[in-house]
C-alpha cells in the first residue's frame, strides 16, 4: 500500500500534535492518569486542556482512597470550554488527545463540531470511540511507540 504526499504530510502533522498533546499533558495535577488535548484547526492550535479540577479549586484530582474525584474536568472538556470562552470555533476542527475519549467527551466533541479526533492511547472502554464513528468523525488511532520504530 503506497501512501501519497498529502496523506504522509497529514501523519508527520498528528505525528507533532500528539506529541505536543502528550507533553501538554504534564501540566496536570492528576497522579493516577495525565492526559493532554489539543484543538487544531488550519494548522493553528486554537485550544488546550488537560485533566485538572475545575477553576479556583484546589490542585488535587484524587481522594484518600487515590479515587479520581467527580468534579474533575477531562482534558476534552477542559479544551472545548476554552473555546466557548474565546472567539473561535471548533467546527470542523482535530481535537488531538493522549487518551481515547469517553462517551461524555465524545457527546461533547459532536456537539463541539469536530470532524476527526486523534489519540495515543487506548482506554479499557470504547464506548465512546464507538460514538464518534457513529456520528461519522474520523477516528485516528497513533501508537506513538509503534510509529517510533517505523
Known amino acids: 500500500m503506497t ?6 504530510k497529514q501523519r508527520e502533522l498528528d505525528r507533532r500534535y500528539i506529541r505536543m498533546a502528550t507533553i501538554w499533558a504534564e501540566n496536570s495535577y492528576c497522579i493516577r492518569r495525565q492526559v493532554g488535548a489539543l484543538i487544531v484547526k488550519d494548522k493553528m492550535i486554537i485550544s488546550d486542556g488537560y485533566n485538572g479540577t475545575p477553576a479556583g479549586f484546589e490542585n488535587i484530582c484524587e481522594d484518600e482512597q487515590n479515587l479520581t474525584k467527580p468534579y474533575v474536568l477531562h482534558a476534552e472538556a477542559n479544551a472545548i470550554t476554552k473555546i466557548a470562552r474565546s472567539y473561535n470555533s471548533s467546527d470542523g476542527a482535530t481535537m488531538y488527545v493522549t ?3 469517553c462517551i ?16 495515543s492511547e487506548k482506554y479499557r472502554l470504547e464506548d ?10 474520523e477516528v485516528v488511532y497513533l501508537n506513538l511507540t509503534e510509529e517510533s520504530q517505523l
Not at 501512501?3 to 504522509?8: E, G, S, Y
Not at 461524555?104 to 486523534?118: P, S, T, Y
Not at 465512546?128 to 468523525?137: D, E, P, Q, Y
Open 128 to 137: 465512546g470511540v464507538n460514538l464518534l464513528k457513529r456520528a461519522n468523525i
Open 3 to 8: 501512501i501519497n504526499a498529502t496523506d504522509k
Open 99 to 101: 487518551a481515547s475519549p
Open 104 to 119: 461524555e467527551c465524545a457527546k461533547l466533541i459532536i456537539q463541539a463540531g469536530i470532524k476527526r479526533v486523534v489519540y
